[in-house]
C-alpha cells in the first residue's frame, strides 16, 4: 500500500492586486514640491550631497 503525503502549500501563489504602479502616499498636509512650484530634477540636483548623506544614515 502507497502512503500519501499531504501536500504543503498550493500549487498557485496568491498575489495582492495591484491596482497602480505608484507608491503609496501618506497625506501629510503639506503640499508637495511640484505643488509649490519648484522644479523637482532641479532640486535634487542642487541638494544631490544632503539627499545620499541623509539616505546614508537610515540604513
Known amino acids: ?3 500519501r503525503h499531504a501536500r504543503s502549500g498550493s500549487r498557485f501563489k ?3 492586486t495591484v491596482t497602480s504602479d505608484v507608491k503609496a502616499r501618506v ?3 503639506k503640499p508637495t514640491l511640484t505643488q509649490q512650484g519648484i522644479d523637482v530634477d532641479a532640486f535634487i540636483y542642487k541638494n544631490h550631497a544632503l539627499i545620499e ?5 537610515t540604513q
Do not use: A, Q
Open 27 to 29: 497625506d501629510t498636509g
Open 1 to 3: 500500500m502507497k502512503k
Open 53 to 57: 548623506k541623509l539616505r546614508k544614515g
Open 14 to 16: 496568491s498575489s495582492p
